[in-house]
């Protein structure tokens, strides 16, 4: 495969093509992550949700634009390595147990490898590998102190964890906004890089991140099915009068729009489990890429192993 690519870059080195290159590559990637995010019908929207935290938390810190753009890649595709993690772990609804959460805490160094040859992984390796690593050394999968965690990781880990603590879990609801920032403030400089939770902090007071809590895209907030409770996902090509299904007990809803508030209606009726099938929102996507890739400099992207 990595032949493949070296032939195709040798045979269209022009800056034109390489940026072309990189684009469908990077959707490749893309599209990788929403497998991994289809395989939990609770997590919906939760790379979008950190891809866009991450990216107006860099701005705020000030980084340049060729940084914020990759935070923002490295947000989208930081959970890459789950693809290792059985289902039955990754949706398990009670409380893991010690070695299912080993486990699950080899996520960041199973993607590592995983992206160890791809052509763009060095721009989303640090985001992958070490978003789980903590300022105190309690991390995993290196047990870094703060100084040796890059910035990309820093500015994921609490995004991450800031969106698991507001989102909804088969075992708990949402928490309060107020009782997650209180946690950050106590935990900035311990689980959290102090400089970047105060930017988050400030952006969550400010109330800039209240368009993406709750939502999967720029204005389509996340639908609960009101029947079971998991993520009902809207695509960015959908319309009023679509009908969407919920992934876990395959209730049909009609989707609703009034003065661009969109709302789900059950419709009373059941799909067929086999007529359910996830499906990646390739206009989000390509949006994500298109709006990132044209920041990074040509000599940054594609990087072909030897
Ligand atoms: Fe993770």
Redesign the pocket.
Known sequence: MLRWFQQYHAQRALPDDTGQLSKDLLASLMVMAWFVEAKDPYTGGHLWRVSRYANLVSKAGGLPAPDVARVTLGGFL??L??VAIPDAILNKTGKLDESEFEIIQT??AAGGRMLAGHPLGHLVAAAVEL??ERPDGRGYPHGLSASMIPIDAAIIGIC?AFDAMTSLRPYRKPMPLEKVLAILRAEAGKQFNQFWCNHFLALAEQGELDAIMGHSDDGIPLHICPHCGPTVLQQSENKAGDLLACGVCHSEMMLCEQDKHWSVKPTGKKVAPAAWQPKADNVLIKRMIEDSISHIPMEQLIRFSR
């Open positions: 930081h959970d390595g789950k996520h960041p978003h789980h991450d």
